[in-house]
């Protein structure tokens, strides 16, 4: 064992007279295992990614395991790439900054396309609120849903009669905080869910056209757009008198501005024609 490791170590000497530390880094990337696992794929993902158009997260590749950082750091960063007076280190440099101008782009087309999609959801916002004060409302919001509605009131965040008469679109057609009781003068009562901390109850009046009724402890259910009428006090089951939020069922104003919207559209291309 001893002779082997003298034979190695005057192999060693000999080749770094006749050939330099070139051949030392040679011999050190044999006996490294990292060096010989990931040597050979590194340099060829470099080459291939400085000749893409848009680069890729070269330094993410290289640094996301200790083996290969070490390995481009030691055996690959310095050498120079062909005949040329490039080094890997400097393709490297050149694939990543390509990769991180495509990003910066991309994230400039994101915030433009954020930017028109929020213009048209005030275009389509505002045109909802100036149908509803046509129709004869005082104004137009939106909430989340009904328990979004009734936890800001309850909670001070806004005066709930500043809302009477509004008409009140909801971005989520159910609630699961409120749960049906029982139908009293056309008004179905829904119960809050106390697990959610709500206090108030909700009534919602029904068409008179309505036909279904809904099942006693089910949510709140198929209810997009209401009309805030007011707080009124009505009699329990065991006659107690209770205070709830009446509302009101109203037109789905945004389709109607999204279908107006989308006429003007087409207005134009005929125009255009």
């Not at 279904?212 to 757009?225: A, C, H, R, Y």
């Not at 205070?243 to 945004?254: C, E, H």
């Amino acid at each position: 064992m001893l002779k082997l490791t003298v034979s190695k170590a005057i192999i060693v000497v000999l080749l770094l007279i006749m050939n330099g530390c070139k051949v030392l880094s040679v011999y050190q990337c044999i006996i490294d295992p990292y060096c010989t696992r990931y040597r050979e794929p590194i340099m060829k993902k470099i080459v291939e990614c400085e000749k893409t158009e848009i680069g890729y997260d070269i330094n993410a590749y290289l640094y996301e395991n200790s083996g290969r950082k070490s390995t481009y750091e030691k055996f690959v960063a310095k050498n120079q790439y062909k005949n040329t007076n490039r080094t890997f280190d400097d393709l490297r440099k050149e694939c990543q900054g390509k990769y991180e101008a495509e990003q910066d782009r991309l994230q400039e087309v994101k915030k433009m396309q954020e930017k028109e999609a929020q213009a048209k959801r005030d275009r389509i916002f505002n045109e909802s609120k100036n149908l509803a004060i046509e129709s004869g409302y005082k104004g137009y919001v939106q909430f989340r849903d009904m328990h979004d509605f009734v936890s800001s009131a309850e909670n001070g965040s806004i005066n709930i009669n500043d809302y009477k008469d509004y008409v009140i679109e909801f971005s989520s057609n159910g609630d699961y905080a409120y749960k049906f009781s029982q139908l009293i003068n056309g008004v179905e009562i829904y119960q809050p869910d106390y697990r959610y901390g709500l206090k108030l109850t909700v009534g919602i009046k029904r068409d008179k056209d309505q036909k279904d009724q809904p099942l006693e402890g089910q949510v709140i259910n198929n209810i997009k757009v209401v009309s805030f009428k007011g707080v009124e006090t009505y009699m329990t089951i065991l006659r107690l008198n209770k205070q709830i939020l009446i509302f009101d069922r109203a037109k789905n104003f945004y389709v109607s501005a999204l279908e107006k919207a989308l006429k003007k559209v087409f207005d134009q291309k005929d125009k255009d024609k």
